[in-house]
């Protein structure tokens, strides 16, 4: 078999992308054959020095296996956690990247700006539906704010990890389509931090900003 030309290289899709992530976010590995490996390194370094709490460390892992066990089942490809520290608290917050297929034989996805327009006529309360430009193109941003019930206390602690899933998070979706191809990557950022989800939401941005595709 000939291998590509250059001419051929750009009729198809990139080979990978690239992404730049703040110092102190943990990549989970979600293949089944790394996943228990990827996961254990995490909590024993979340729990480093600490050996009087064998509960949360378990409900731990159990947790993040079960995290990248559903996003490997539903097309995630990374799954990064923040172990980011500010002064003796942890940030909590994650981002899951995710490809999404070309839609079936046959059938029409909407387009980015289509599927905007659908989810601004929901009206659905605390979500809001933008189109943004990344420098790796177009991409459609869907922010939800939950109405958490400490918002006004900006003294509240920041929640662990193992309680990331089990409060009130704001989430926030990037959708961009993945040139010369019919798929689409979608980047999830999700945080408890309600009382500054703007603070938050504006490193979102930058994260997603920094996407690149590789040839």
């Excluded at 905007?116 to 929901?122: I, M, N, R, S, T």
């Excluded at 430009?133 to 400490?150: F, N, Q, S």
């Amino acid at each position: 078999m000939n291998a590509p030309t250059g001419t051929d290289r750009m009729q198809l899709p990139p080979s990978d992308y690239r992404l730049l992530l703040p110092d102190g976010w943990f990549r989970i590995e979600l293949e089944p054959e790394g996943r228990q490996r990827s996961v254990d390194a995490l909590v024993n370094r979340q729990f480093n020095g600490v050996d009087n709490e064998p509960q949360l460390r378990r409900l731990l892992r159990q947790e993040l296996v079960e995290r990248a066990t559903n996003a490997f089942d539903t097309g995630g490809l990374e799954l990064y956690i923040s172990l980011q520290r500010a002064g003796a608290l942890t940030i909590p917050a994650s981002l899951l990247i995710t490809l999404i297929p070309p839609a079936g034989r046959g059938q029409r996805r909407l387009s980015l700006r289509e599927l905007a327009d659908v989810l601004e006529a929901e009206g659905v309360r605390g979500r809001s539906v933008s189109m943004t430009e990344l420098t790796a193109g177009t991409a459609m941003k869907v922010r939800i704010d939950p109405e958490a019930p400490d918002a006004g206390n900006p003294g509240a602690t920041a929640p662990s990890e193992a309680d990331i899933d089990a409060l009130p998070s704001v989430t926030v979706d990037y959708q961009l389509g993945v040139p010369r191809s019919d798929m689409s990557l979608l980047l999830t950022f999700s945080t408890p931090l309600v009382q500054i989800a703007d603070a938050m939401v504006e490193l979102f941005d930058a994260v997603a900003g920094s996407l690149s595709w590789k040839e």
